[in-house]
């Protein structure tokens, strides 16, 4: 099993076939990635695999958390956001990737 790394890609690069080559014209950039249990990364894709496993950088992590005031019963949200240098994501907690905005 090998992870696909930015500094492999080639000429012709940008086509899409399947799923994972979306992924892979991501490689080196700046990714959106939301996660099971209401956590989101915001940051470099250095690496990924075929299970979605993926080594960033500079990664912004930001953290929901939903509770209930016992008094009012309202909904409170609150975020938490860190800051990570590296960070290795695994690839079942993973929901979604986006891409970063391109522009044609």
């Keep these: ?3 696909a790394a930015g500094s492999q890609q080639g000429g012709a ?3 899409v076939e ?3 080559d979306l992924i892979r014209l991501s490689l080196d950039e ?3 990635v939301k996660l099971r249990h209401d ?3 915001r940051g470099k894709l250095h690496a990924f695999d075929q299970h979605l496993n993926m080594v960033m950088g500079d990664v912004e992590e930001t953290i929901t958390t939903y509770d209930i005031d016992e008094e009012t019963y309202e909904e409170i949200i609150k975020t938490t956001k860190r800051q990570v240098e590296m960070l290795f994501v ?4 993973v929901i979604l990737v986006s891409p ?3 522009t044609t």
Excluded: Q
Aim: glycine share 4%; charged share 35%; aromatic share 4%.
């Design 30 to 32: 700046r990714i959106y």
């Design 1 to 3: 099993e090998t992870m």
């Design 18 to 20: 399947e799923p994972l």
């Design 100 to 102: 970063p905005l391109r």
């Design 39 to 41: 956590r989101e990364l």
């Design 13 to 15: 690069t940008s086509v």
């Design 90 to 93: 695994r690839g079942d907690a």
